[in-house]
T-cell receptor, first 113, second 115 residues
Framework: QKEVEQNSGPLSVPEGAIASLNCTYS??????FFWYRQYSGKSPELIMS????GDKEDGRFTAQLNKASQYVSLLIRDSQPSDSATYLC?????????????FGQGTRLTINP | DGGITQSPKYLFRKEGQNVTLSCEQN?????MYWYRQDPGQGLRLIYY???????QKGDIAEGYSVSREKKESFPLTVTSAQKNPTAFYLC??????????????FGDGTRLSIL
């Protein structure tokens, strides 16, 4: 079992709809969770972070965390063509002094005009 | 402006050659990281460093080496022992353990290819 798993997609969503991206993780002790967006040929950029169970909203983006189910998701409301990218889920793991991010393989999202 | 600078943007390696990728940050971050990304894949950790003069192997350290002589700099050497070096290499930094929930921020990356 991979440490962080995402559906690789591609996920295709019509413009204006809600895009839902999912991620599961295996280390129950994980405390910090991040979503990065990566455009083709570019480096990842941070779009959301979440540390507590529940929802966290930032503009059109909502991150959801359920530690009991070891599940984190990202919702994108009113999807725009500019949201077309690969979305990487990352989970911080490890002990003090040796913490690292473990990334999923990414979900490629396409927003259709 | 504060940020992470990777150079060069593109790099070509000949057979049997070692090449060094540069990563410099002026964010005053303690921790720095090197990742490799292959087409259609996620990021895999090569090496990371939480403090000057100390670094740890990541998941795919074989064929790579690093140094951390200065807080601002974390160069990665791809040695001739790395038989499949063609990939997109990303450097990242973070506050480190001083900020448990702090994210990593990335440079623009270096694309390495074999001649």
């Amino acid at each position: 079992q991979k440490e962080v798993e995402q559906n690789s997609g591609p996920l295709s969503v019509p413009e204006g709809a809600i895009a839902s991206l999912n991620c599961t993780y295996s280390d129950r002790g994980s405390q910090s969770f991040f979503w990065y967006r990566q455009y083709s040929g570019k480096s990842p950029e941070l779009i959301m972070s979440i540390y507590s169970n529940g929802d966290k909203e930032d503009g059109r983006f909502t991150a959801q965390l359920n530690k009991a189910s070891q599940y984190v998701s990202l919702l994108i409301r009113d999807s725009q063509p500019s949201d077309s990218a690969t979305y990487l889920c990352a989970v911080k793991q490890g002990d003090q002094g040796a913490q690292k991010l473990v990334f999923g393989q990414g979900t490629r999202l396409t927003i259709n005009p | 402006d504060g940020g992470i600078t990777q150079s060069p943007k593109y790099l070509f390696r000949k057979e049997g050659q070692n090449v060094t990728l540069s990563c410099e940050q002026n964010l005053n971050h303690d921790a720095m990281y090197w990742y490799r990304q292959d087409p259609g894949q996620g990021l895999r950790l090569i090496y990371y460093s939480q403090i000057v003069n100390d670094f740890q192997k990541g998941d795919i350290a074989e064929g790579y080496s690093v140094s951390r002589e200065k807080k601002e700099s974390f160069p990665l050497t791809v040695t001739s022992a790395q038989k499949n070096p063609t990939a997109f290499y990303l450097c990242a930094s973070s506050i480190g353990d001083r900020g448990r929930n702090q994210p990593q921020h990335f440079g623009d990356g270096t694309r390495l290819s074999i001649l």
